[in-house]
């Protein structure tokens, strides 16, 4: 069973606020990625990181920002909030070199007023 | 340009028949095809998957058939049950472990009892 969680599950919060979406993984996975979903819409790849140190930027431009120190945490920052920023954030892992399947978390979904 | 296409936004079939899920794709380098099934408020999770020298894996009551000339792929669920009423989700990789997934924006799927 896959173990990579997500906090907070839900977040409202005011616009111009900074906040942090939490992700860890305890599989030991080395790739994991940030997605952006609307409702009847596909995932958007908004960041990855293939290893320790290394984050990369995605198809979906965005205003986020990737830290990857840990093997197992891989938070998302954003600034500045504003309303635009409302989405599902869901982020996953693989392992290095697998059949590419990707394990998500539960998702965060933010909400900026 | 959307790579990975599923043009039927939702789908509805009584308990016990077929679920005919279908995804296109345009780019042909495309050679690893996944499909993830994701309920309101939980991430996707891994479905099946088939690698681009196979036309058909199955897994139960899955099956995923690739027609790799046509750039299709059809996921079949026999019998469905009310369960399996969720969102799926296609999902590509131009090469198997090495890059970021492209999905589709999904079907919902609604079985009927």
């Known amino acids: 069973e896959a173990d990579i969680y997500q906090t907070p599950r839900y977040l409202v919060i005011g616009t111009g606020k900074k906040i942090t979406l939490e992700c860890s993984q305890t599989?030991?996975?080395?790739?994991m990625y940030w997605y952006q979903q609307d409702p009847g819409m596909e995932l958007h790849l908004i960041h990855y990181s293939y290893g320790v140190n290394s984050t990369e930027k995605g198809d979906l431009s965005s205003e986020s920002t990737v830290s990857r120190i840990r093997t197992e945490h891989f938070p998302l920052t954003l600034e500045s909030a504003r309303p635009s920023h409302t989405s599902q954030y869901l982020c996953?892992?693989?392992?290095?070199?697998?059949?590419?399947?990707?394990?998500f978390g539960p998702g965060t979904r933010l909400t900026v007023l | 340009d959307q790579q990975v296409k599923q043009n039927s936004p939702s789908l509805s079939v009584q308990e016990g028949r077929i679920s005919i899920l279908n995804c296109d794709y345009t780019?042909?380098?495309?050679?690893?095809f996944l499909w993830y099934k994701k309920y309101p408020a939980e991430g996707p999770t891994f479905l099946i998957s088939i690698s681009s020298i196979k036309d058909k894996n199955e897994d139960g009551r899955f099956t995923v058939f690739l027609n790799k000339s046509a750039k299709h792929l059809s996921l079949h669920i026999v019998p469905s049950q009310p369960g399996d009423s969720a969102v799926y989700f296609c999902a590509a990789s131009l090469y198997s472990g090495n890059t970021p997934l492209v999905f589709g924006k999904g079907t919902r799927l609604s079985v009927i009892a």
């Open positions: 599989m030991g996975h080395d790739k």
């Open positions: 780019n042909s380098m495309f050679d690893y």
């Open positions: 996953a892992s693989s392992e290095a070199g697998a059949d590419n399947e990707q394990f």
